[in-house]
């Protein structure tokens, strides 16, 4: 698909069609059978979860799956927990579990940013993490948040069960590394100690995609400086891996207001935005540094707020 903008509101201005067609429905009862499904009707099947994605695309006619896998009865992909110093997070989990989470909020509130300016409350209670991974659509928040704390995206199919980093995971606009008959099942993000995380995001109304965001997520050493650091943009790039020059720059320095107007400033040259009915290359250029800057910003005093507890007593 030629990528003209990102977020399929602003392709659905340009399409016509609105009505899906026809496709054969069925509702997993297990993973097991989720996946018995999926490798019966082959390449032509896809799995649908919250629908928020793939529905407004099925109608679009941007997808045309003859074979609908229902994962939403699995209610064992529906879990958050913390486990062997990671936060496991089902692939069925709803936007909105996400954002009631104590846990989440407490570990990486870069999700609770986030998931507040995700879509609205209707889309929230439908919509899940591995949906909106899956989508890969440019500007989804969650890609971007689970780029930025190194998530580790875990795939099961009839090869067996495999685990991908993020930055693999995601191969380009609207492909992954989940192939035909596979099933994403579980996004394990690992909790480190003295760490702080936030997200933040320009949209020109109240629930709408991103004209540009970004998410940092850092660690502090005993000495006070940054020990590890993560980024993630969305809406500025159609890769997500592209931010290493920025997440070098950081480590091993003093989390100073200079060092994050820096950091703003290389990922504004190293994003590549399109120009789009969201807005110029130009102004989402500048949102990405400075949406950086006060990522980074907010991160560092979450991780100093931790006192080097965050994590460790989780
Ligand atoms: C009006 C509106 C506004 C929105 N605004 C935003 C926004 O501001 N920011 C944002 O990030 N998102 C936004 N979204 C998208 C929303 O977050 C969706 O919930 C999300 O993109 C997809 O989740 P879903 O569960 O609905 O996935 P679905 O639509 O069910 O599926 C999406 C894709 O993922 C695949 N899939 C789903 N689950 C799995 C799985 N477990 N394994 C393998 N493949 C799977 C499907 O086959 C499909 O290809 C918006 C959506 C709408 C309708």
Redesign the pocket.
């Known amino acids: 698909m030629t990528v003209r903008s990102y ?1 399929f ?1 602003a392709i659905a201005l340009e399409a016509a069609v609105q009505v899906p067609a026809t496709f054969e429905y069925r509702r997993a009862s297990s993973v097991e059978d989720a996946l018995a499904l999926l490798e019966r009707f082959g390449e032509e099947a ?12 099925m109608k679009l006619r941007l ?1 045309r ?1 003859e074979f609908l896998v229902d ?1 939403n009865d699995l209610h064992e ?1 529906d879990y958050l927990r913390l486990e062997g110093g990671e936060l496991l997070i089902g ?2 989990t709803r ?1 909105r579990t996400l954002l009631e989470s104590e846990l989440v909020g407490r570990l990486f509130p870069i999700f609770h940013d ?1 998931e507040r ?4 409350p209707p ?2 209670n ?3 993490i ?6 890969a ?1 440019p ?5 971007a948040v689970c780029t930025a704390v190194r998530a580790v995206a875990v795939i099961l199919g009839p090869g067996g069960r495999r685990s991908v980093p993020m930055q693999e995971f995601y191969r380009g606009p609207y492909e992954t590394a ?1 192939g035909a008959g ?4 579980e996004i394990r993000v690992p909790v480190r100690p003295n760490a702080g995380s936030a997200y933040r995001k320009v ?1 020109r109304k109240t ?4 004209v540009a965001a970004a998410g940092g997520a850092l660690s502090l050493a005993d000495d006070g400086r940054i020990g590890w650091a993560g980024i993630g943009l ?1 809406a500025v790039s159609t890769s997500l891996a592209g931010y290493r020059r920025v997440e070098e720059a950081l480590v091993g320095r003093e989390p100073t207001d200079e060092l994050f107007t820096e950091a703003g400033r290389i990922a504004a040259e190293d994003c590549d935005p399109l120009s789009d009915l969201r807005g110029t290359e130009e102004y989402k250029r500048h949102l990405a540094g400075e949406l950086t800057h006060r990522a980074l910003t907010l991160a560092a005093e979450r991780a100093r707020a931790a006192g080097g507890t965050g994590g460790k007593d989780a």
């Open positions: 977020g509101g896809r799995v649908i979860a919250g629908g928020h994605s793939l529905l407004p695309m997808a799956p994962i992909l692939a069925l936007h986030a300016v995700i879509a609205d889309v929230r439908r919509g899940t591995g949906g909106s991974l899956c989508q659509d500007a989804e928040d969650l890609s989940v596979e099933l994403l099942v949209e629930g709408d995609w991103a969305a």
